[in-house]
Each structure stands twice: as C-alpha cells, then as structure tokens.
C-alpha cells in the first residue's frame, strides 16, 4: 500500500481542545499567543461560549502562533482555542 506523508496524517494527540491563551485578559489586551503551531484551517476560538469568525474585518486574525482580537475580553471572561497542532 501507499505510505502517508507525516504532515498528512493527523494523531490523536494532535488534537488540541479547549486550550487557554496566553496573554493579559485585563479589558484592553487583544493580542494572544497559541501554545504550539496551529495546522491552517483548524482552529476554533470560543469566547464566553460562543465561536468567533475569523478575518481581518471579523472578530480575530491569526498569524503564526499569535492572535489579535477585533475587540479585547474582560478578566472574568473565559477565551479558549481547539485545533489541530501543525507538524
């Protein structure tokens, strides 16, 4: 048979869910960083439970391993990402 090419083939452990970014979340920060690279097309953002878009003139752009929200979230707001992680 064919052999897959790693970049490819997505493991379970790959699969990141619900992960905290880091960075201030004090009501002006709107930059934030991914723990590890993000395979292009994967990520989810959910803030306080809802799924933002993602576009230059939507809620959030994403170059690299960095974020940067339209708009920038409270302290007690919960601000997490899914994704799969890039090889």
Do not use: C
């Not at 959030?60 to 708009?71: E, H, K, S, V």
């Amino acid at each position: 048979g064919a052999s897959a090419n790693r970049n490819e083939v997505i493991h379970h452990d790959d699969f990141i869910i619900q992960q905290s970014l880091s960075g201030d979340m004090d009501g002006s920060n709107t930059t934030f960083t991914v723990a590890a690279g993000v395979r292009s097309g994967t990520l989810t953002l959910i803030w306080n439970g809802l799924v933002l878009a993602e576009g230059a003139s939507a809620d959030y752009t994403i170059n690299g391993q960095t974020i940067t929200l339209a708009d920038a979230p409270d302290a007690n707001d919960r601000l997490v990402v899914s994704y799969v992680k890039s090889s």
